[in-house]
C-alpha cells in the first residue's frame, strides 16, 4: 500500500494505492523480512496529510512490523533465516555523532523514520539493517506483538523522561493506545505511584478507572492531589494548558505527540505565568525511539504481560483502517494482517 501524495483524506479519497512494486534486495548489512503483521498508528496520518512529511514519494508506510527473515546481505548474520524479527519507528541512525554516541540515537540529525524516510511494513516485504531488527519474545503472537513496538515503546520512553519515582502522583491527559499500556507499566515498576487521567470521554474515563487509575476528569477538571509529573498524548493544546496548573512545582509535563494540530492554537493564549510555568515546571517532548527503549519495553510487556487488544484488517484495506482511526472508531489496536 504506497503513499504517493500529501493529502487530507477521508472515505471519498483514500491516500494509499495498493500496487505492485519490486521485491527489495537486501544490502550487505540488511534483512530481507516477509511481513505478517504491521499495526497501524496515528503517525501515519500525520505523514500522509503533511504534518510529518515522507522526504520522497512514493513510499509504503508501517513502522510497527513483524516478520520472518527470508535472505539477508552478506555480512547480516545475527538473524538466522526463519527468526521472527520486528522493526520499529527508529530505521537508522548514523552511529558515530555525539548523540548516538551517548545513547541518544532518537535525536541523530540523520535519524530516519520506518515508513517516511525508507519504505515501511505496510507491504508484502521491507528490508532493514540487522542492528535494528528486534527479536520478539516467544509469548506474544505476531498480531499482539506489532502494536506494542510503537505505543508501547514511546511510551515507555515517556515514563522515563517523566521522571517520576516510586509513590509519586503521575498524570496521563489523553487516554488511547499509549496511555493505556503507560497504566499498565507504571502499576507493574512503580507500584506506589497513584495515576489520575484526564480525557474528554466517560468511556475512556471509565475505561481508566476500570484499569486502575485513582482519578478521571475531563481535561479542565481539577484533580485532588497535585502531580510530580504529566504524560500528554494528545493532538491538541488545550490539555498543555490544563495539565501545567495541576503540576506541583518542580514538577514536569512531557508531551508525547510527535506534532500537535493547529486547531485549538489559540487555547495558549490562556497561559498565565504564575498559574502555568511560574515554581521551576517544566516542558519536555518525546522525540522518536531508541533501539534500547524498544528492547527494554518488549521484555517488560513479555514480563507484564501486556497483552494488546487487537482488530484486525487485511492489507488491502489498509485505508479503510487508517480513515477508522482518523474517526477515532477505536476498538483496540488496528493491526494488517499480511500473507498468509
Ligand atoms: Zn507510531
Ligand atoms: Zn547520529
Known sequence: MVLETISHF????????LSEVPMPVPAQDELLVKV???AVCHTEIDEIEGRTPPPRMPVIPGHQVIGRVVDAGSDAHRFPRGA????????SSCGRCTFCMDGHENLCPDFRATGRDADGGYAEYMVVRQDFAHPIPDIFTDVEAAPLLCAGAIGYRSIRLSGVRDGD??????FGASA??????VQHQLPHTKVFVFARGEQERSFARSLGAVWAGDTEDEPPEKLRSIIDTTPAWK??????RNIEPGGRLVVNAIRKEEKDKNY?????????LWMEKEIKSVANVTRADVREFLDLAAAIPIRPQVEEFALADANRALCELKEQRIRGAKVLRIGD
Open 10 to 17: 477521508d472515505r471519498e479519497r483514500l491516500p494509499l494505492k
Open 36 to 38: 505478517s503483521a504491521c
Open 84 to 91: 521472527r524479527a520486528g522493526i520499529a519507528w527508529i530505521y
Open 169 to 174: 502522583n503521575l498524570g496521563l491527559t489523553g
Open 180 to 185: 493505556h499500556l503507560v497504566l499498565k507499566m
Open 239 to 244: 490539555p498543555v494548558v490544563e495539565a501545567l
Open 268 to 276: 495558549l493564549q490562556m497561559l498565565d505565568y504564575p498559574v502555568h
